[in-house]
């Protein structure tokens, strides 16, 4: 047995995870959670990145001896160093409100439709390249001599190593996925220097041994190598999909939905771009073509409004409410702030003329009714597009303990739905360290090593598609 320290960020808190690797066992406990709570400043909505770095090292004292550490967490976002390299300012939140207008100037240099050629990369408003660019005039960007996207920040101040690793990358909308190398024609026309950036690194590639002042802060024994792994964290949690063959769609679930399929090439239609599908990297050069929808932050917005109430009672209550009296578009961009996230949905229903939700358990339903409509829409669309026609639809991430939207996100579908693993992210993770240990070989065999050992759950469709066809007719623009 081998131990592994899966370094694993979420938008709302953080966690250190150790997974423990044998021949025929995969074993995952946590060391240690902490919570990320971004912080409003007069300059705007900003991460605590401070508090995260402590909490990885807590962590890693809490894991006590470990084989390789590897770091994931979500994208998009970076911090700016000097020339000395040290962080100018706490990195901005994607979240925050300085991306308003700017895709409209972006795409004024290079239209949409080339932007989307040449990147694959669905229209986000907080995608780094608009991040970038609403920071072309800044004071920090001016000074700045390296740019670190969130995950290699941190394996920076491990290691004392820089590089950009290659799936957190591909979101920046600077990456050709054809290639996997930066689109340099788009980073020239808008003025990007490419050469903030650090070497790319892929997945396996090894990041450095932890400095001597970490190894003293942690209590651990050196030498102890960090591993790259797939630094975002949908790259990690599509790796441990436990899927039999190539016939799956995947269904990433936590705060956002990643709704899509594991495919070899991009898909750079203009017909893909008008659906907004992304072309993001992921483990051994495959492509997660891929949907990025609103997923459980309408609820968790809810919950924090309504003082978290007890989830379990609610999900019951829920499940009790009439399906498919009201739904929303859970794209929808309206839903992206924070805030007030109840009333929000009741107007949003009221505008389209359906039943208001009043009470607590038909919001929630409302929202599980509109994110499985959601992930209905992006399989069936994935398919379409991609070419790609899929038996079985996998939800890994925290949602996979949500039966109800489990079981509705299967009727919606029409298609079973296999529930698990939970903590996908942190398992993937793990895996690709086990890999770069020669532990485990390809994804098919990581694959069967997770089917064998994870709790899965299946869920069969019930009854017939035609009322949540129904049901996405009832949205504005369907």
């Known amino acids: ?67 390789s550490v590897g770091i994931d967490s979500w994208a998009v976002d970076y911090g700016l160093l000097d020339a000395d390299g040290a962080l100018l300012g706490n990195p901005v939140h994607y979240r925050d409100t300085r991306t308003q207008g700017v895709a409209e100037k972006v795409w004024a240099t290079v239209p949409a439709a080339e932007l989307y050629a040449a990147t694959g990369l669905q229209y986000a408003p907080f995608n780094t390249l608009y991040q970038l660019v609403a920071a072309g005039s800044s004071a920090q960007l001016a000074h700045a001599k390296r740019l670190l996207l969130i995950p290699d920040l941190l394996t920076y101040w491990l290691t004392g190593e820089a590089g950009t690793e290659l799936t957190n990358a591909s979101t920046t909308q600077l990456i050709d ?24 690194r892929r997945p396996g590639d090894p990041a450095g041994l932890l400095r001597p002042d970490v190894l003293e802060e942690t209590g651990l024994t050196g030498p102890v190598p960090v591993t790259t792994v797939g630094s975002h964290d949908t790259a990690s949690a599509v790796a441990a999909v436990p899927a039999v063959n190539e016939r799956f769609a995947y269904i990433c679930t936590g705060t956002w939905s990643l709704v899509g399929l594991e495919l070899t090439a991009p898909v750079l239609t203009e017909a893909s771009r008008a659906a907004n599908f992304t072309n993001e990297l992921g483990l051994d050069g495959t492509v997660r073509y891929l949907r990025n929808i609103m997923g459980l932050w309408l609820l968790q917005e809810c919950l924090r409004e309504w003082g978290n109430p007890d ?23 309206e839903f992206l702030a924070p805030g007030r996230m109840p009333s929000r949905i009741a107007d949003a229903c009221r505008a389209s003329g359906q039943p208001v939700p009043g009470s607590r358990a038909e919001i929630t339903r409302c929202i599980l009714d509109s994110l499985a409509l959601a992930h209905r829409r992006a399989v069936r669309q994935a398919q379409e ?28 579908c029409g298609l079973p739905v296999v529930a698990g693993p939970p903590e996908a992210a942190a398992l993937g993770n793990v895996l690709v360290q086990a890999r770069a240990n020669g532990q485990t070989g390809d994804r098919t ?34």
């Open 1 to 67: 047995m081998k131990s592994y320290a899966a370094v694993d960020l979420g938008a709302s808190s953080g966690r250190v995870m150790v997974g423990r690797v044998g021949p025929d066992s995969l074993e995952l406990t946590e060391a240690h959670r902490f919570p990320n709570r971004p912080v409003r400043t007069p300059e705007g909505l900003r991460w605590d990145i401070l508090s995260l770095y402590a909490g990885v090292l807590d962590g890693l004292r809490a894991a006590g001896h470990v084989d």
């Open 177 to 200: 996925p054809r290639t996997g190398d930066w689109s340099y024609d788009v980073a020239a026309r808008l003025g990007i220097d490419l050469e903030l950036f650090a070497p790319l």
């Open 385 to 412: 597009l991609a070419d790609h026609p899929v038996d079985v639809v996998h939800i890994v991430g925290g949602g996979a303990r949500n039966a109800l939207l489990c079981r509705l996100t299967a009727d919606a």
């Open 311 to 333: 989830l379990g009672e609610l999900l019951a209550a829920a499940a009790e409410v009439p399906a498919l009296r009201s739904v929303v578009d859970a794209g929808d961009a």
């Open 445 to 478: 065999e990581m694959r069967q090593l997770l089917a064998r050992t994870q709790q899965l759950t299946r869920y069969e469709p019930q009854g017939t598609t035609a009322a949540w066809q129904t049901a996405e007719a009832r949205l504005p623009g369907r």
